[in-house]
């Protein structure tokens, strides 16, 4: 099995850099990445002609790295195509900014996401989850990665966008994944040599067109007089207008809030239902505890939610399958970073999956094992699935808020276990970690009657499920 070395030491004087091919990374970022930290330990270098892809491994690294925002920039949209052009302006919004722009905007967009205000959007993603629900038949397999994308995408539009534009809005959600697809091919295109990428620039050019067309359509309705409601779109609108931001520029923070929120709950919610399914015992305890009340009152959870069950199977999804898997910086000025010199605008990543499954904090970190968070304090920069320092996630509260409305609703009703024999993949894909092919989940009523199912696939490489859950046919 392709794991990282437990001596993270192994730097002792020649430089910690492999020659290869950028491509490995870009076709597999967690296989390149293992490899890398098994060869060089926590800081290493992908070098292939005058290009390089600099990666950091330790709680120390990423803490030098993600607490200094003036010194290492964000470079989430490495193309932000002509000045005035769509493109420009949709990727204009805080993951471009840095230093003291980002800092100013950031307090503007916060507002709407402080915990005491996230609370209004309970009842809609309640009816919302409601209704993927009743569409479900027991006795039928469907594909849980898919649910959860379009439930989270429509659960987004309506608490950015609010109910009432739910059409345009679930129209936008739809336009962003190609968007974000797209751009981030083109982004990695701009450091692969030998790739032929841009014939995508002109799709990546006509679709920001026809993205921001639509927000805009969106901004002007709610701007119209007696259209502001309690969406989020509105909150930034009203305190927009007080520091007299265009509604160009709010294309911008509306696009990286929309594609920010979905995907990324999308991806938590069917890892950690899929981790629930294939460990029965964690699933059964979880169940006592809501069939015994403790979520029937999901607000008080929120905030007293951290001695619950929950609370803990979802810190444990997170740490071992990361929605985000890893993120990038670029260094502003030329610099020494541990052993390596490095030209101004290196692209550093980070990785959440790399630091979370180091087993020098996270003994058997393959291990799903919701109850090491009885003993455990992990810092912002060992565990940080929301990323950590002045870029922290601003939507974290609401996702988790989301995420544990939703998963008791659906366990009250319904009993998934994977389609036996499925095969299970996680690759990474525009840094988020996704279940490639879906994950195939058989619906019963919820019976408490709890197995796991054997599967096959490359998940074995990531995680350590139970004996029960190793399909047989592989192992032969
Ligand atoms: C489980 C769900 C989520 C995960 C795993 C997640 C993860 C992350 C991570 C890792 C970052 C930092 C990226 C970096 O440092 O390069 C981030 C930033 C961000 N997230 Fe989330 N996120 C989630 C949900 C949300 C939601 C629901 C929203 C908003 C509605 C949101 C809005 C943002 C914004 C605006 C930023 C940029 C902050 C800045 O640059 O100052 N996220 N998120």
Redo the contacts with the bound molecule.
Sequence with gaps: MDRPATDISLWTGSPPITDGRLQDFVADPIACMRKLHREHGDIAALRESEQQLVFIFSPELNHQV?SDSKLFH?R?FALRGPKKSALRRLTS???T?NGDE?KQQ?RL?AAP?EKRTIGVYHDTISSLTDEMLDAWQPGTTLDLAQEMTVLMRRI?SS??FGADQMEIALEIGEMLDPWVEVNHHLSLGAFLPTEDFMPRYEELLALAERLESRILDLIRFRREAGKLGSD?LSQLIRGHDQTGVSNEQLVGHVA??FG??HM??A??LGWTLFLLAQHPDVMRSLFRELLAGAYDEPLAAFDSGKGLLLDRVLRES?RVL???SY???SNAVPMELGPLSLPRNTVIIFS?FMTQHRPDLFPNPETFDPDRWLSITPSPYEY?????G???????P??LM??KSILPRILRRYRLSVAAGAEITGRVVSTMLNPIGGLPMEVARQDGRFAASPVWGNIHTLIDLPEAAHERRAAA
Excluded: D, K, Y
């Design positions: 993600l964000s989430f919004g805080l993951l900014m980002h950031r967009v996401f987004t608490i950015l989020l990286v809030l920010a929120a990324t709950s991806l938590t997170m990361p929605a985000s993120s990038q910086r959440q940080l699935p929301f990323g950590a002045p870029r922290l996630c601003l939507g974290a609401l996702a989301t995420m």
